[in-house]
């Protein structure tokens, strides 16, 4: 089966500009969720869809992020406006429904706000 | 507030040792512990996961060791290779809260041939 795809891996913006990041998880996985790793610290939950709903954002860091899961397939993650502490790797994963089934995490997209 | 804290930050050991990862949690309600190994570029992938109704599971060269008691939970690597070159996190979640993980910060382990 193919992995969790992540678009783009990399992403070089300024202060203030608006960045989309884009998730497909695997086929057939209800549950989706994004987190972050900024430079050298833990990875972070920020938020958690089952299916098109959100079960969980209490991670998300503020009104700037904005996270969507139309029709429960693919998601997005938009920065609007960009601040330079939103700079890190951001990855998102999926699992089948049923606590503790394994996360399959994305590559990551690595977004740099300058 | 770190809920995982995960120690060493670093760790270079020669091929065929034994690296010992070490992670302290805090919320008693955590009963899921997986370690996840990362490779530069990839995303991280489970690797092992551990109850807390168990004091050890083996997978392989990978042994989890867990003391409910102290509240602490390591990774051994047997046999080390350089392949395992890699960062390795570990994690903890509830139950109820399905995979919302909760991370340390990593460990970067080199094993030099």
């Known amino acids: 089966e193919a992995g969790v795809t992540q678009f783009p891996s990399h992403s070089v913006i300024e202060k203030g500009q608006t960045v989309t990041l884009r998730c497909d998880p695997i086929s057939g996985h209800d549950n989706l969720y994004w987190y972050r790793r900024v430079m050298g610290k833990e990875i972070k939950f920020l938020l958690h869809?089952?299916?098109?709903?959100?079960?969980?954002e209490s991670g998300m860091p503020n009104n700037r992020f904005l996270a969507e899961r139309t029709g429960g397939t693919y998601s997005t993650l938009k920065v609007q406006p960009a601040e330079l502490e939103d700079s890190g790797v951001y990855f998102c994963a999926s699992s089948r429904r049923g606590s503790n089934s394994p996360l399959h995490f994305g590559n990551g997209t690595r977004l740099t706000v300058t | 507030q770190q809920q995982v804290k995960q120690s060493p930050q670093s760790l270079i050991v020669q091929k065929g040792g034994i690296p010992i990862i070490n992670c302290a949690y805090e919320?008693?309600?955590?009963?899921?512990f997986p370690w996840y190994q990362q490779f530069p570029g990839k995303g991280p992938a489970l690797l092992i996961a551990i109850r807390p109704d168990v004091s050890e599971k083996k997978e392989g060269r990978f042994t989890i060791s867990f003391n409910k008691s102290a509240k602490q939970f390591s990774l051994h690597i047997m046999d080390s290779q350089p392949g395992d070159s890699a960062t390795y996190f570990c994690a903890a979640s509830r139950n109820t809260y399905g995979n919302k993980l909760v991370f340390g910060a990593g460990t970067i382990l080199r094993v030099k041939s």
């Open positions: 869809f089952v299916k098109e709903s959100k079960q969980d």
């Open positions: 919320n008693t309600a955590f009963d899921y």
